[in-house]
């Protein structure tokens, strides 16, 4: 089947001009959050549905051995976007995130001025299953303190198609719950653990051990409030905004009812535009399911646990009323470095997997 050229031609020249950002710094977002306050990072705990006091009881933390409060490591999402969109890009093109990883270096302590370094890494095009085009941005972006230490290191693939055709979860209908299944969530988010300051070392773990798993959703209108809250305004208002979207049209979309450009964000929580999409409701970018996801690993590793690194891959779109129940399970040991590293698997109520992963944690020894 030809590509009609109203949705071949925005794509080459999409292509063409992405290009030519490769290796060079791009600026697409503003910095929300440039200080660790200690406001800052209490909403975005609670955003991304993380109540460990580690990071929100400063009497709590300041009796473990990192002395205060602490970020959770995704805080970096929220000084940053970790993801670049390449050159602007006019409709008939759309966007997935296909994945996401982070690699920390020091921890995120309370007060910390942190700035970015964002960099365009790679720009490739391939084809689907079903032939149609696609273009990969991969972004690498650097998180440094104020005595210009590296903290963090963001590296995430966004994914570049024509909107012709039918977006993910196009016919997906949105799940309604029964009481028994209500139940049941509701013992499994009561039964979440978390390991705190008990003796937790890097001789108790072994291969094969299981994570004890987490559950987030039913997603709602009101969790994707909670993220843009936690991670920054996801679009400025009134005339200011208007001014923005002039500057980068590329992270705009039209309103289908009333045609004027807004930006990607509100097309998450408007049905409206989400419908208008092809899908049964809004759904979760893939930076809003990393931070919901790393709890699992945070809550397992204790207070004197370091998350070095942890990836995500996106596998498919999340709706309004999914739920995802988040496990993982160790691979392998380091005694050398002292690392244990994990698989992780994100699975919805319909038994699908919707994210896959992998983490490396370092864990203290027992002497």
Known sequence: ?????????????????????????????????????????????????????????????????????????????????????????????????????????APIRLGDRLSVDPVQKDFYEKRNKAGRR??????????????????????????????????????????????????????????????????????????GDAVPPIVRGPFTVGDLVCWYAAAGPGWRPGRLGRIELNEFPHLATANPLTGVPVKYPQKHLEFDLAQDSGLAGPFDNGVMRFSTAAPLITNWMGDRGFLKRFRLRIERSVIYGDTITYSARVTATDAALTTISLDVRGVDQRGDRVASGAADVILPRRA
Not at 17 to 41: F, H, M, P, Q, Y
């Open 134 to 207: 696609l273009g990969f941005v991969i972004s690498e972006i650097g998180y440094r303190n104020q005595d210009e230490a590296l903290v963090g290191r963001a590296t995430g693939t966004l994914i570049i198609m024509g909107a012709a055709g039918e977006q993910p979860s196009a016919h997906t209908p949105v799940q309604r719950y029964g009481s028994g299944e209500i139940a049941a969530l509701d013992a499994a988010m009561a039964s979440e653990t978390r390991t705190g300051g008990g003796a937790f070392h890097f001789e108790d773990v072994a291969a």
């Open 1 to 105: 089947m030809a590509v009609p050229d109203d949705v071949d031609a925005p794509f080459d020249a999409y292509c063409a001009r992405t290009r030519e950002l490769t290796g060079k710094r791009v600026c697409e977002w503003e910095s929300w959050n440039t200080e660790a306050s200690a406001d800052a990072i209490h909403h975005f705990a609670l955003g991304t549905d993380d109540d460990n006091p580690l990071w929100l009881d400063a009497d709590y933390a300041g009796q473990t051995t990192n002395g205060s409060i602490v970020a959770p490591p995704c805080f970096l999402t929220s000084v940053s976007y970790p993801i670049l969109h390449g050159a602007g890009m006019e409709p008939p093109l759309t966007s997935l995130i296909g994945g996401l990883e982070i690699e920390w270096f």
